[in-house]
Protein backbone atom coordinates (compact mmCIF):
# COMPACT_ATOMS: atom_id res chain seq x y z
CA UNK A 1 0.00 0.00 0.00
CA UNK A 2 0.92 3.68 -0.57
CA UNK A 3 1.83 5.17 2.97
CA UNK A 4 1.07 8.31 1.79
CA UNK A 5 -2.72 7.74 0.51
CA UNK A 6 -6.22 8.90 1.78
CA UNK A 7 -9.33 6.66 1.44
CA UNK A 8 -12.12 9.33 1.09
CA UNK A 9 -15.68 8.55 1.17
CA UNK A 10 -18.95 10.71 0.69
CA UNK A 11 -23.17 10.02 1.32
CA UNK A 12 -25.76 12.29 0.79
CA UNK A 13 -28.16 10.85 3.64
CA UNK A 14 -31.62 11.61 3.18
CA UNK A 15 -30.96 15.16 2.34
CA UNK A 16 -31.67 16.27 -1.18
CA UNK A 17 -28.70 17.10 -2.48
CA UNK A 18 -24.90 16.90 -1.39
CA UNK A 19 -23.11 19.94 -0.04
CA UNK A 20 -19.94 18.30 1.39
CA UNK A 21 -16.77 18.89 -1.07
CA UNK A 22 -13.18 17.06 -0.20
CA UNK A 23 -10.45 17.62 -2.16
CA UNK A 24 -7.10 15.55 -1.41
CA UNK A 25 -3.85 15.56 -2.42
CA UNK A 26 -1.54 12.15 -2.87
CA UNK A 27 2.18 12.38 -2.31
CA UNK A 28 4.95 10.85 -2.22
CA UNK A 29 7.21 12.00 0.77
CA UNK A 30 6.66 13.65 3.98
CA UNK A 31 9.10 16.62 3.28
CA UNK A 32 8.15 19.90 4.87
CA UNK A 33 8.85 21.57 2.15
CA UNK A 34 7.72 19.00 -0.55
CA UNK A 35 5.04 17.39 -1.35
CA UNK A 36 2.94 16.23 1.26
CA UNK A 37 -0.18 14.32 1.92
CA UNK A 38 -3.06 17.09 2.31
CA UNK A 39 -7.03 17.15 2.12
CA UNK A 40 -9.90 19.45 3.30
CA UNK A 41 -13.38 18.53 3.58
CA UNK A 42 -16.05 21.77 3.64
CA UNK A 43 -19.57 21.16 4.75
CA UNK A 44 -21.84 23.97 3.43
CA UNK A 45 -24.01 25.69 5.63
CA UNK A 46 -27.43 23.66 5.83
CA UNK A 47 -30.42 26.41 5.55
CA UNK A 48 -28.54 29.06 3.81
CA UNK A 49 -28.10 29.65 0.29
CA UNK A 50 -25.79 27.46 -2.34
CA UNK A 51 -24.29 25.78 0.37
CA UNK A 52 -22.63 23.63 -2.28
CA UNK A 53 -21.36 26.50 -3.93
CA UNK A 54 -19.81 27.84 -1.31
CA UNK A 55 -18.21 24.03 0.34
CA UNK A 56 -16.89 23.43 -3.57
CA UNK A 57 -15.65 27.04 -3.90
CA UNK A 58 -13.45 26.50 -0.22
CA UNK A 59 -12.46 23.40 -1.01
CA UNK A 60 -11.06 24.07 -4.50
CA UNK A 61 -9.39 27.65 -3.45
CA UNK A 62 -7.49 26.15 -0.03
CA UNK A 63 -6.05 23.18 -2.08
CA UNK A 64 -4.94 25.53 -4.85
CA UNK A 65 -3.33 27.96 -2.62
CA UNK A 66 -1.86 25.41 -0.39
CA UNK A 67 -0.33 23.31 -3.33
CA UNK A 68 1.06 26.42 -5.18
CA UNK A 69 0.41 29.18 -2.80
CA UNK A 70 3.88 28.52 -0.66
CA UNK A 71 7.01 30.36 -0.21
CA UNK A 72 10.07 29.43 0.31
CA UNK A 73 11.04 28.85 4.08
CA UNK A 74 7.24 29.54 4.88
CA UNK A 75 6.10 26.71 7.82
CA UNK A 76 3.43 24.20 7.52
CA UNK A 77 0.99 26.38 9.83
CA UNK A 78 1.60 29.41 7.47
CA UNK A 79 0.76 27.78 4.58
CA UNK A 80 -2.31 26.40 5.78
CA UNK A 81 -4.00 29.54 7.51
CA UNK A 82 -3.02 31.53 3.66
CA UNK A 83 -5.03 28.61 2.34
CA UNK A 84 -7.69 29.70 4.54
CA UNK A 85 -7.54 33.55 3.81
CA UNK A 86 -7.44 32.50 0.25
CA UNK A 87 -10.65 29.79 0.28
CA UNK A 88 -12.77 32.75 2.43
CA UNK A 89 -11.94 35.51 -0.19
CA UNK A 90 -12.94 32.70 -3.06
CA UNK A 91 -16.22 33.01 -1.36
CA UNK A 92 -16.42 37.00 -1.06
CA UNK A 93 -15.81 36.91 -4.80
CA UNK A 94 -18.58 34.50 -6.03
CA UNK A 95 -20.89 36.68 -3.85
CA UNK A 96 -19.52 40.20 -5.29
CA UNK A 97 -19.82 38.31 -8.77
CA UNK A 98 -23.33 37.49 -8.43
CA UNK A 99 -25.46 38.82 -5.60
CA UNK A 100 -28.14 35.69 -5.43
CA UNK A 101 -25.09 33.69 -2.94
CA UNK A 102 -24.95 36.20 -0.42
CA UNK A 103 -25.16 34.91 2.78
CA UNK A 104 -24.07 31.29 1.57
CA UNK A 105 -20.94 30.13 3.76
CA UNK A 106 -19.41 26.43 5.01
CA UNK A 107 -17.47 24.69 7.42
CA UNK A 108 -13.47 23.99 6.37
CA UNK A 109 -10.87 21.84 8.26
CA UNK A 110 -8.23 20.04 6.53
CA UNK A 111 -4.96 18.45 7.65
CA UNK A 112 -1.28 17.96 6.18
CA UNK A 113 0.92 15.02 7.52
CA UNK A 114 4.53 15.40 6.99
CA UNK A 115 7.69 13.36 9.18
CA UNK A 116 6.91 15.50 12.33
CA UNK A 117 3.16 14.66 12.56
CA UNK A 118 -0.42 15.92 11.91
CA UNK A 119 -0.92 19.66 10.96
CA UNK A 120 -4.56 20.86 10.92
CA UNK A 121 -6.90 24.20 10.63
CA UNK A 122 -10.06 24.94 11.11
CA UNK A 123 -13.38 26.65 10.68
CA UNK A 124 -16.94 25.55 11.99
CA UNK A 125 -17.72 21.92 13.36
CA UNK A 126 -16.07 19.38 11.21
CA UNK A 127 -14.25 17.28 13.43
CA UNK A 128 -10.30 15.94 13.19
CA UNK A 129 -9.89 12.94 14.97
CA UNK A 130 -7.05 10.82 15.26
CA UNK A 131 -7.47 6.67 16.07
CA UNK A 132 -4.49 5.44 17.93
CA UNK A 133 -3.15 1.48 17.17
CA UNK A 134 -1.29 1.57 20.18
CA UNK A 135 -4.07 2.18 22.89
CA UNK A 136 -7.24 2.19 20.77
CA UNK A 137 -7.99 5.66 22.10
CA UNK A 138 -9.52 7.96 19.70
CA UNK A 139 -9.40 11.66 20.01
CA UNK A 140 -11.22 14.65 18.49
CA UNK A 141 -8.29 17.27 18.02
CA UNK A 142 -9.64 20.58 16.78
CA UNK A 143 -11.83 23.06 18.51
CA UNK A 144 -15.59 22.88 17.45
CA UNK A 145 -17.00 26.33 17.14
CA UNK A 146 -20.26 26.15 17.94
CA UNK A 147 -22.52 28.79 20.03
CA UNK A 148 -22.62 27.75 23.93
CA UNK A 149 -25.79 25.77 24.57
CA UNK A 150 -27.00 25.16 20.80
CA UNK A 151 -25.02 22.64 19.18
CA UNK A 152 -26.54 23.29 15.80
CA UNK A 153 -25.89 26.86 15.65
CA UNK A 154 -22.08 27.63 14.60
CA UNK A 155 -19.98 30.66 15.97
CA UNK A 156 -17.47 30.49 12.97
CA UNK A 157 -17.45 29.56 9.48
CA UNK A 158 -16.32 30.86 6.07
CA UNK A 159 -18.47 33.53 4.52
CA UNK A 160 -16.27 36.11 2.85
CA UNK A 161 -16.36 38.20 5.36
CA UNK A 162 -13.98 38.36 8.35
CA UNK A 163 -13.82 35.05 10.02
CA UNK A 164 -14.87 35.01 13.82
CA UNK A 165 -12.63 32.14 15.28
CA UNK A 166 -10.24 30.09 13.59
CA UNK A 167 -8.92 26.88 15.03
CA UNK A 168 -4.66 26.95 13.98
CA UNK A 169 -2.09 25.58 15.75
CA UNK A 170 1.25 26.08 15.59
CA UNK A 171 2.59 22.51 16.34
CA UNK A 172 2.41 19.21 14.95
CA UNK A 173 0.37 16.30 16.63
CA UNK A 174 3.03 13.04 16.63
CA UNK A 175 1.84 10.42 14.74
CA UNK A 176 2.48 6.67 15.49
CA UNK A 177 2.79 3.05 13.14
CA UNK A 178 -1.04 2.26 12.60
CA UNK A 179 -2.41 5.80 13.64
CA UNK A 180 -5.36 6.95 11.44
CA UNK A 181 -6.35 10.56 10.74
CA UNK A 182 -10.25 10.66 10.11
CA UNK A 183 -11.29 14.18 9.08
CA UNK A 184 -15.07 14.57 8.32
CA UNK A 185 -17.78 16.22 8.24
CA UNK A 186 -20.26 16.58 11.33
CA UNK A 187 -22.81 13.65 9.41
CA UNK A 188 -19.86 11.22 11.14
CA UNK A 189 -21.44 12.30 14.47
CA UNK A 190 -23.90 9.49 13.86
CA UNK A 191 -21.41 7.21 14.74
CA UNK A 192 -20.01 7.07 18.70
CA UNK A 193 -16.99 6.62 19.32
CA UNK A 194 -16.90 2.94 20.34
CA UNK A 195 -18.04 2.62 16.71
CA UNK A 196 -15.11 5.04 15.19
CA UNK A 197 -12.76 3.14 17.25
CA UNK A 198 -13.87 -0.16 16.23
CA UNK A 199 -14.09 -0.06 12.70
CA UNK A 200 -10.52 2.00 12.66
CA UNK A 201 -9.17 -0.95 14.75
CA UNK A 202 -10.60 -3.70 11.81
CA UNK A 203 -9.10 -0.95 9.60
CA UNK A 204 -5.77 -1.58 11.23
CA UNK A 205 -5.84 -5.48 10.64
CA UNK A 206 -5.98 -5.13 7.21
CA UNK A 207 -3.53 -5.14 4.25
CA UNK A 208 -4.86 -1.95 2.30
CA UNK A 209 -6.93 0.80 4.50
CA UNK A 210 -11.03 1.33 2.97
CA UNK A 211 -11.14 3.30 6.58
CA UNK A 212 -13.15 6.03 4.86
CA UNK A 213 -15.44 3.95 2.99
CA UNK A 214 -16.05 1.36 6.17
CA UNK A 215 -17.04 4.73 8.39
CA UNK A 216 -19.51 5.83 5.83
CA UNK A 217 -20.84 2.60 4.75
CA UNK A 218 -22.00 2.66 8.58
CA UNK A 219 -23.25 5.46 8.76
CA UNK A 220 -25.34 4.33 5.98
CA UNK A 221 -26.22 1.05 7.96
CA UNK A 222 -27.65 3.31 11.13
CA UNK A 223 -30.42 4.52 9.38
CA UNK A 224 -30.73 7.71 11.41
CA UNK A 225 -34.56 9.17 10.29
CA UNK A 226 -32.57 12.48 9.36
CA UNK A 227 -29.15 12.04 8.32
CA UNK A 228 -26.99 14.73 7.27
CA UNK A 229 -24.51 14.62 4.34
CA UNK A 230 -21.28 12.64 5.41
CA UNK A 231 -18.01 12.56 4.22
CA UNK A 232 -14.86 11.21 5.39
CA UNK A 233 -11.43 11.49 4.08
CA UNK A 234 -8.70 9.08 6.34
CA UNK A 235 -5.08 7.94 6.31
CA UNK A 236 -3.22 5.42 7.83
CA UNK A 237 0.10 5.18 9.12
CA UNK A 238 1.78 2.28 8.13
CA UNK A 239 5.02 3.13 9.91
CA UNK A 240 6.35 5.33 12.29
CA UNK A 241 7.16 9.02 10.67
CA UNK A 242 9.47 9.62 13.90
CA UNK A 243 10.47 12.75 14.31
CA UNK A 244 13.17 14.76 11.96
CA UNK A 245 16.83 15.48 13.11
CA UNK A 246 15.75 18.93 13.46
CA UNK A 247 12.60 18.52 15.67
CA UNK A 248 11.57 19.34 19.09
CA UNK A 249 9.32 16.57 20.52
CA UNK A 250 7.63 16.95 23.65
CA UNK A 251 5.68 14.16 25.68
CA UNK A 252 3.28 14.78 28.96
CA UNK A 253 2.35 11.92 30.36
CA UNK A 254 2.70 9.03 32.95
CA UNK A 255 4.09 6.32 30.20
CA UNK A 256 6.51 9.10 28.55
CA UNK A 257 7.64 12.39 29.75
CA UNK A 258 9.70 14.78 28.53
CA UNK A 259 11.46 17.72 25.57
CA UNK A 260 13.76 16.42 22.92
CA UNK A 261 15.88 17.69 20.17
CA UNK A 262 16.49 15.36 17.32
CA UNK A 263 15.90 12.87 19.73
CA UNK A 264 18.17 13.89 22.26
CA UNK A 265 17.10 14.93 25.57
CA UNK A 266 16.75 19.20 25.94
CA UNK A 267 19.35 20.00 28.62
CA UNK A 268 16.87 22.29 30.26
CA UNK A 269 18.65 22.16 33.60
CA UNK A 270 21.34 24.25 31.69
CA UNK A 271 18.72 27.45 31.20
CA UNK A 272 18.49 27.85 35.26
CA UNK A 273 21.91 29.58 35.40
CA UNK A 274 20.37 32.20 33.19
CA UNK A 275 17.13 31.93 34.35
CA UNK A 276 15.46 30.14 37.20
CA UNK A 277 12.05 30.10 36.98
CA UNK A 278 10.80 25.97 37.20
CA UNK A 279 13.54 23.90 38.58
CA UNK A 280 10.92 21.55 38.71
CA UNK A 281 10.93 21.41 34.92
CA UNK A 282 9.46 22.68 32.07
CA UNK A 283 6.39 23.28 30.91
CA UNK A 284 3.40 24.31 28.12
CA UNK A 285 -0.28 25.54 27.41
CA UNK A 286 -0.28 28.32 29.98
CA UNK A 287 1.67 31.78 30.57
CA UNK A 288 3.84 30.26 33.80
CA UNK A 289 7.16 29.76 35.05
CA UNK A 290 7.33 26.32 33.60
CA UNK A 291 6.62 27.45 30.05
CA UNK A 292 9.04 30.25 30.35
CA UNK A 293 11.88 27.82 31.53
CA UNK A 294 10.97 25.51 27.99
CA UNK A 295 11.34 28.99 25.78
CA UNK A 296 14.57 29.84 27.16
CA UNK A 297 15.90 25.89 26.88
CA UNK A 298 14.83 25.95 23.63
CA UNK A 299 15.85 29.50 22.39
CA UNK A 300 19.15 28.82 24.46
CA UNK A 301 19.41 25.62 21.82
CA UNK A 302 19.21 27.23 18.78
CA UNK A 303 20.80 30.94 18.97
CA UNK A 304 22.57 32.88 20.98
CA UNK A 305 22.24 33.70 25.21
CA UNK A 306 21.88 37.92 24.28
CA UNK A 307 19.12 36.60 22.06
CA UNK A 308 17.52 33.89 24.10
CA UNK A 309 17.19 36.12 27.06
CA UNK A 310 15.66 39.16 25.03
CA UNK A 311 13.26 37.02 23.51
CA UNK A 312 12.35 34.23 25.14
CA UNK A 313 8.63 35.43 26.89
CA UNK A 314 7.54 36.44 23.84
CA UNK A 315 8.06 33.28 22.72
CA UNK A 316 6.76 31.61 25.37
CA UNK A 317 3.49 33.99 25.38
CA UNK A 318 3.17 33.31 21.40
CA UNK A 319 4.56 29.72 20.96
CA UNK A 320 4.71 27.90 23.73
CA UNK A 321 1.92 29.13 25.77
CA UNK A 322 -0.40 28.05 22.87
CA UNK A 323 0.46 24.32 22.98
CA UNK A 324 -2.23 22.59 24.53
CA UNK A 325 -2.02 18.84 23.36
CA UNK A 326 0.18 16.23 25.66
CA UNK A 327 2.02 15.54 22.69
CA UNK A 328 3.66 18.08 20.16
CA UNK A 329 6.12 17.93 17.51
CA UNK A 330 7.57 21.50 16.19
CA UNK A 331 10.38 21.98 13.45
CA UNK A 332 13.41 24.07 14.91
CA UNK A 333 13.21 25.71 11.30
CA UNK A 334 9.59 27.19 12.38
CA UNK A 335 11.60 28.17 15.72
CA UNK A 336 14.63 30.06 13.80
CA UNK A 337 11.49 31.35 11.15
CA UNK A 338 9.35 33.13 14.06
CA UNK A 339 13.20 34.46 15.66
CA UNK A 340 13.49 36.04 12.22
CA UNK A 341 10.15 37.44 11.73
CA UNK A 342 9.49 38.81 14.92
CA UNK A 343 13.19 40.63 14.28
CA UNK A 344 11.89 42.43 11.53
CA UNK A 345 9.26 43.49 13.42
CA UNK A 346 11.29 44.98 16.22
CA UNK A 347 13.54 46.41 13.89
CA UNK A 348 10.64 47.93 11.93
CA UNK A 349 8.55 48.81 14.78
Not at 16 to 31: C, G, K, M, Q, V
Amino acid sequence: MDRLTWTCATATGTRDHNEDAFRWRHAPSLALDGDHPVTVICDGLGGHAHGEVASNTAAEAFMHTYLTGGTVGQTVPERLLAAVDSANDAIREKCEQDHTLYDMGTTLTAAAVTAEGLWRISVGDSPLRVWSKRNGELRTLNRLHNVPGNPHRLSSALQGTEIPEIDAPVHAVPLREGDAVIVASDGLDTLNTESISGIAAIDAGRKSSNLAWSLVEAVIAAGKKRQDNTTAACLRIPEDTGAGPGTIRAVRGAEESGVTIGGKPLDWRASLAVRNHSPTGPEWGYNGSGPAQLALAILLAVTDLETAERRYQQFKSEVIAAITDAEWSLPLRDVEHWLLSTHATEVTG
